[in-house]
């Protein structure tokens, strides 16, 4: 009984000296903390979808474009004619701000092994369709473009002459 009663005071006391204090913190783990969520990245802008169409007239539908600096256009030309590539073939292509649109048109009719896009004047070209047939269509990407404006013609022989030009003013 003599040893029962120090222990049990013992036990008492490892008890009761623990009433009243608060709880410590739990031990730190090695566990990293979740990291907070990452920013979503910015969605990309919408791609601006502009319909353009040529037909036998030797017209374009558009002759005006507006755009804003650093938007992305898609263009998409469609041939709308009936007559064959031969004789009634339709391009579009976009030269960069201060080129001679007409200029650039004379030089291209001598380039019909490359579809009337000649390749020493690649360098005053931003982008520019295959020659298309009847029924037939194309898409470019313009994408970071600068405020400017920028000229768009056929260079098909004959059809700058006749009107088929536009251009792309970029704000």
């Given at each position: 009984m003599k040893i029962r009663l120090p222990l049990c005071l013992s036990l008492a006391a490892v008890a009761l000296s623990g009433c009243g204090?608060?709880?410590?913190a739990p031990a730190a783990t090695t566990a990293a903390a979740p990291a907070p969520a990452a920013a979503a990245p910015a969605a990309p802008a919408a791609v601006r979808v502009i319909e353009i169409t040529a037909n036998d007239t030797m017209k374009y539908n558009l002759t005006t474009i507006e755009?804003?600096?650093?938007?992305?256009?898609?263009i998409v030309l469609t041939n709308t004619g009936t007559l064959p590539k031969e004789a009634m073939g339709h391009n579009l292509v976009v030269l960069k701000p201060g080129t001679?649109?007409?200029?650039?048109?004379?030089?291209?009719?001598?380039?019909?092994?490359?579809?009337?896009?000649?390749?020493?004047?690649?360098?005053?070209?931003?982008a520019h369709t295959a020659l298309l047939g009847p029924?037939?269509?194309e898409e470019i990407i313009l994408k970071d473009l600068k405020a400017g404006e920028y000229p768009y013609v056929c260079s098909f022989p004959a059809h700058f002459a006749v009107g088929m030009k536009g251009v792309l003013i970029v704000k």
């Open positions: 204090q608060k709880e410590a755009a804003k600096a650093g938007e992305t256009i898609k001679d649109g007409a200029a650039y048109c004379a030089a291209a009719m001598t380039a019909k092994a490359t579809e009337y896009v000649p390749e020493s004047l690649k360098d005053q070209v931003v029924r037939k269509s």
